[in-house]
């Protein structure tokens, strides 16, 4: 059974950090480009970070760009976003995506979905 598992979410104070994991299992992913999407209550899903198969192309949604970092260690079938000067707005379940395209500036999502990690930014 492929899975992508997510871990690292919690609450935190608005100006902290976050380090998000996804890990997938049932086969690698070390060839797959891999997002991460962020959905908040009322909202829809919104496209967060991209990263090519080999970790060198990296691509992010307007909201957080200079403030979150993806990078992946396909040794580890895993991939991580790290997430600093976390507002309020940032508050949303973070859900990893993996087989996506990219293209433009752009990542679409593939079809592996985590079940979500709440990220909560308090003010």
């Known amino acids: 059974q492929v899975q992508l598992v997510e871990s690292g979410g919690g609450l935190v104070q608005a100006g902290g950090s976050l380090r998000l994991f996804c890990v997938g299992s049932g086969r690698t992913f070390s060839r797959d480009n891999m997002g991460w999407f962020r959905q908040a209550p009322g909202k829809e899903r919104e496209f967060v970070a991209g990263i090519g198969w080999n970790g060198v192309t990296t691509y992010y949604g307007d909201s957080v760009k200079g403030r979150f970092t993806i990078s992946r260690d396909n040794a580890k079938n895993t991939v991580y976003l790290q997430a600093n000067s976390l507002k309020p707005e940032d508050t949303a379940v973070y859900y990893c995506?993996?087989?996506?395209?990219?293209?433009?500036?752009?990542?679409?999502?593939?079809?592996?979905w985590g079940q979500g990690t709440q990220v909560t930014v308090s003010s």
């Open positions: 995506n993996g087989d996506g395209a990219m293209s433009g500036g752009n990542y679409y999502s593939g079809r592996h």
